[in-house]
């Protein structure tokens, strides 16, 4: 066993709550700015500090991270500090002068928010000229050879529309497309209805499956899609899916300095603020993101607990089984355990996780500061 050091190796940092929409399935509830931001001083030395323990992966959202006037003074500061940098954005600010700024400072990764055709993605984000305005950011940016990622959170309302949403990407030049679940968190509490349901959970690992095997635009896998079984297990390409990093290599930043894990978590999950200890403080105490770093089989219910993967994915998405089940580690959104109550035998082990699992006994060792 090799120890495994806990870092923050990739960082999401929500510069500003301020947004320009109302998207429907926001899971922060974006709108107006905090009155208590972190101010210029303080957002520049926090980058310093993410540089001092390590961080290589920094990428900035909000919000939306264009409404912050001084987006590129940060920006510029992470990646004078060594980092590799990148902003998620609804493309609604980002116009030309944007996409030059953009294409200046260098950021390693664009990701731009589309969620369906014209009429959905209007309708999600509550805004008649959004699905213009992103189109609109695709093209500025691929005129200036930014590549970029769409990035789109699949519900009830858009399933039926990917092969559409796929041949737009295409048209407007995207370079990937990130697929990922909406969550039961923010304004989608009261929506509940609108999450994609179990039953079509299935359909939309079917379809990634089709659409990871076209040609002509990559399609990557969210977080909270897939694991393992017969399905779930091609999805990763047979790779050990090792589950949620939040709070051993990921962390999340509040436009106010609040900590947690990852951004996309609730308040429940906030370890501090670092107006109040420094962030190398909140990182380093031994009783933080206890979720996760002493994460055991108790630590799960339903399915989870007796799984045989539990020692590798530990539930998969801490939020997207928190927000449904209120346990970290029950997760209704898993093929495998779809499958499992379908009949349908797992296949072997693939040689690649198999070695993972051998090395466990108990609780993930990765957990407990070995790997």
Wanted: proline share 5%.
């Amino acid at each position: 066993m090799t120890e495994f050091t806990f870092y923050p190796h990739s960082v999401v940092w929500e510069i500003t709550f301020a947004c320009n929409m109302r998207c429907i399935h926001c899971g922060t509830s974006a709108g107006k700015k905090r009155p208590d931001e972190l101010t210029d001083d303080e957002a520049l030395k926090l980058c310093d500090e993410l540089a001092a323990l390590g961080t290589k992966w920094l990428t900035i959202s909000g919000g939306e991270p264009l409404l912050r006037p001084d987006w590129q003074q940060i920006a510029r500061r992470a990646k004078a500090d060594g980092i590799e940098i990148g902003i998620i954005s609804n493309g609604y600010a980002l116009d030309e002068d944007a996409a030059d700024a953009i294409a200046g400072i260098g950021f390693t990764n664009v990701g731009l928010s589309f969620d369906g055709i014209e009429k959905t993605h209007n309708y999600i984000r509550q805004r008649d000229d959004s699905f213009r305005r992103v189109t609109n950011a695709m093209d500025f940016l691929h005129k200036r050879g930014v590549k970029f990622c769409a990035v789109s959170q699949i519900s009830n309302l858009n399933i039926g529309e990917m092969d559409q949403m796929r041949r737009i990407l295409i048209e407007h030049h995207a370079n990937a497309w990130q697929v990922q679940l909406t969550t039961t968190t923010g304004r989608m509490k009261g929506l509940a209805d609108m999450i994609l349901s179990l039953d079509n959970y299935p359909r939309l690992i079917d379809k990634l499956l089709e659409l990871r095997a076209l040609d002509g635009l990559k399609v990557n896998v969210g977080e909270n899609i897939g694991y393992y079984g017969c399905k779930g297990t091609e999805l990763w390409d047979e790779l050990p899916y090792l589950g949620c990093y939040a709070g051993t290599r990921i962390l999340g930043v509040e436009s106010n300095g609040t900590i947690k894990g990852c951004l996309s978590m609730p308040e429940d999950f906030v370890e501090g603020n670092i107006r109040e200890r420094s962030l190398t403080e909140i990182w380093n105490d031994p009783n933080g993101f206890a979720y996760n770093r002493r994460f055991t089989r108790e630590s799960a219910d339903g399915p989870c607990r007796d799984c045989h993967y539990l020692p590798m994915c530990r539930g998969g998405c801490t939020t997207t089984s928190y927000s449904q089940t209120g346990c970290i580690a029950n997760n209704p959104y898993c093929i495998y355990q779809m499958e499992l109550r379908q009949g349908i035998k797992p296949p072997p082990d693939p040689e690649a996780i198999a070695e993972v699992l051998a090395r466990f006994d108990g609780p993930p060792a990765r957990q407990t500061g070995t790997e």
